[in-house]
């Protein structure tokens, strides 16, 4: 799978969890995003089933962007990839924080304001 890709998916499902804030001093990276949910790549193209490993970065993801400048950087960054992974089905993408055990107040969309 593409590094591209990874990175993608990894923005779109992070932007959806984490999109309600405004942005300071974030200690949430780009690369800790791409790595918590490469493993959701193959499942939000629809090309493999939802893993345990997806899962648990989705979740370690959502925990660690506590603060508003975590939870925006992190939405900028899945929004980065997002447009970058070939075949991304949005269903299964705005679908996934509920199928891993994920509350999100806000749709999991490329659209998403990260600002709000």
Known sequence: MAAGG???LVAFVV???LVAAPCAN???SCPKVASSIAPCVNYIRG???LTPACC???RALNSQAKTPA???ATCNCLKSYAGKIPGLNPSLTSGLPG???VSVPYPI???TDCTK
Do not use: H, Y
């Open 6 to 8: 990874v990175r993608a």
């Open 15 to 17: 932007l959806c969890l």
């Open 26 to 28: 974030a200690a949430v």
């Open 47 to 49: 090309k493999g089933p």
């Open 56 to 58: 648990n970065g989705v």
């Open 70 to 72: 975590d939870r925006r």
């Open 99 to 101: 199928k891993c055990g």
């Open 109 to 111: 969309s490329t659209k």
